[in-house]
């Protein structure tokens, strides 16, 4: 019996549609299965589960697929299952997703693992739509390598599979995987989808490739993606991430209208790393001229401007007004950002009250900021107390050795410098390797620290002393605190020379990476070291051009002798 048409029941109140469900005496279990979907929907959810209680015995795996999805991203979707398999009835590929989806929400990895070997042996693990879930729940938990196995055990991916695995990879920093994933997927012939684009376009955020981000740019115009607000955000992302913030801005304002807060916040963001607090300031007003409330990521875009600026004592206004003018909870990176300019004007005492008085347990991020301050500071006694502070939560780290140990090698305190050397044995913690990479003509070519490794090595290192020599005549003098060895000035000279960015400057400048008049691109996965900085003002000047280096924490632009930083990273 038809009791209401489709056109009817659109809009109406669920309870409403239950009244008539009752005088027509449906006995059509059909029916009662949309009802419980559509009263979980309207958050009513006890009239879903009064609804199911009632249902005829035993329940079929519709009703419980019902219930179970209707109560997504609860742990009572997960009780549900449990139930179900008393009756027992065993799930579906619909079922597994939904309980794949709650796992990730409530972080219930163990029940996720004994979810995945219950559809591994129901042969269900393979199904395409199980194993898009699957591959969004590992992505989540951190798990990427969990990820591709599951992707490719898959029989028959669909673009829904390759979407989700380019996701995973780019949200767990798998960037040039991410990548080479896209573009399996189009050389299979699977159509991109606005998740794998947006995807895409983080990971090459992330590799600050403005190359990929062009060519992603072209497929999302090709693909008529171009009006979509998720990929508009990935786009201002991506460039805002390669350091074009020209180009981040362009797009942003070409579909301004549909912009929503995501994307403002990714250009705040891009500005941000370019310590450009005037821009992000002014976007910050125009946002609120359209109506749109900032929230916590818009905060911390100001924060990290005006720290990257040396603004610090701007900081601590901004942060007032987040919580006073905004009503905005402070996470623990407004926190970080706080403590680390506190701690960079010199009031380490109070750096450390904010610390021990913040409404959680501080992280080792919170310490790294205020070993970073020591750093900067040349506070070599604060600087070897904050390593211990870092080094008792995360033992491993290697950032914490590395900082102390420049601090306490620009002091001459050697003897601390091999009892760090000792802790780092004794603790088996892995440095580091310092990577630098430039592409040239969408291929990147990556740089270590006296690599030879390249196929054009000799003609690299011949065009860098060549460079090196040129600067030196203009003034350069080596900051030799960088290195940590207490050696002969002229081994201590020569071990900076050939670090990883120095390398990869060299090779962009030899195959001629960027047309006349157009910057160096350098990238680099830790902080630039002083020396490579000091270089790099003088080689602007020899080479006539602009250098931009994106490190780990910033931009930096380097034209006509002066980088935009201001020497306070």
Same mark, same amino acid.
């Given at each position: ?130 194993? =898009?879930? @699957?591959?969004?729940? !590992?992505? $989540? ?5 969990? /990820? *591709?196995? +599951? %992707?490719? &055990? ?78 508009? =955000?990935? @786009?201002?992302?991506? !460039?805002? $991430? ?5 180009? /981040? *801005?362009? +797009? %942003?304002? &070409? ?94 005492? *109070? ?219």
């Amino acid at each position: 019996m038809v009791w209401c048409d489709e056109k009817e029941k659109e809009g109406m109140d669920p309870r409403a549609m239950h009244a008539r469900a009752i005088r027509s005496e449906s006995k059509d279990r059909a029916v009662w299965n949309k009802l419980i979907t559509n009263y979980s929907k309207s958050n009513l959810s006890s009239y879903a589960r009064s609804l199911f209680h009632h249902l005829p015995r035993p329940p079929n795996v519709v009703s419980w697929s019902a219930l179970i999805s209707g109560h997504s991203n609860t742990l009572f979707s997960l009780r549900h299952f449990l139930a179900m398999l008393r009756y027992p009835t065993l799930p579906n590929h619909r079922i597994l997703a939904s309980l794949f989806e709650s796992c990730a929400t409530v972080s219930a990895l163990s029940f996720a693992l004994s979810l995945h070997s219950l559809a591994f042996k129901l042969a269900l693990a393979r199904n395409p739509f199980t194993a =898009s879930s @699957l591959l969004s729940l !590992y992505s $989540k938990f951190r798990m990427p390598f969990s /990820a *591709r196995k +599951v %992707f490719d &055990d898959i029989p028959h991916p669909d673009n829904v599979c390759f979407s989700a695995l380019v996701i995973a990879l780019a949200q767990n920093s798998r960037s040039l995987d991410a990548l080479s994933v896209f573009s399996d997927m189009a050389r299979r012939g699977f159509a991109s989808t606005i998740h794998s684009v947006s995807g895409g376009l983080r990971a090459a955020g992330q590799l600050a490739s403005l190359e990929q981000c062009k060519m992603m740019h072209a497929h999302v115009i090709v693909a008529g993606f171009d009006t979509s607000v998720v990929v508009g =955000s990935a @786009l201002v992302n991506g !460039y805002g $991430k390669a350091g074009v913030v020209s180009d /981040a *801005r362009r +797009v %942003f304002e &070409d579909s301004l209208s549909d912009m929503n807060i995501v994307a403002w916040n990714a250009l705040m963001a891009a500005y941000a790393q370019q310590g450009d607090y005037k821009s992000a300031f002014e976007l910050f007003e125009s946002m609120e001229g359209c109506r749109l409330v900032p929230d916590g990521y818009s905060f911390l875009a100001i924060l990290t401007a005006l720290c990257n600026a040396g603004m610090f004592r701007q900081i601590d206004q901004w942060f007032t007004r987040m919580i006073v003018n905004y009503g905005l909870e402070p996470s623990l990176e407004h926190c970080t950002c706080l403590v680390g300019a506190i701690a960079r004007t010199g009031e380490f005492d *109070r750096a450390e009250r904010v610390v021990l008085n913040m409404p959680f347990e501080p992280d080792a991020a919170v310490w790294r900021a205020l070993l970073s301050a020591c750093s900067y500071l040349g506070e070599a006694d604060r600087a070897w107390y904050m390593a211990k502070r870092v080094l008792e939560l995360e033992p491993h780290d290697p950032f914490a050795y590395i900082v102390a140990s420049n601090v306490l090698s620009s002091v001459g305190r050697w003897d601390d410098v091999a009892e760090l050397r000792k802790m780092i044995k004794d603790r088996r913690a892995k440095k580091v390797i310092g990577r630098s990479w430039i592409e040239v003509q969408g291929e990147v070519h990556v740089f270590v620290a006296a690599d030879w490794k390249h196929k054009r090595s000799k003609e690299i290192y011949q065009k860098l002393q060549e460079l090196m020599g040129d600067i030196e005549k203009l003034g350069y003098v080596p900051v030799l605190d960088e290195v940590l060895h207490n050696v002969e000035e002229e081994k201590r000279k020569e071990a900076l020379w050939y670090h990883s960015e120095k390398l990869a400057v060299a090779f962009g400048v030899l195959c001629g990476s960027a047309l006349p008049g157009k910057p160096l691109r350098i990238v680099k996965n830790l902080r630039i070291c002083k020396d490579c900085h000091e270089a790099f003002k003088y080689m602007t000047r020899v080479l006539e051009r602009e250098i931009i280096v994106r490190d780990v924490n910033r931009y930096h632009r380097f034209v006509n002798g002066n980088c935009t930083c201001r020497d306070t990273w």
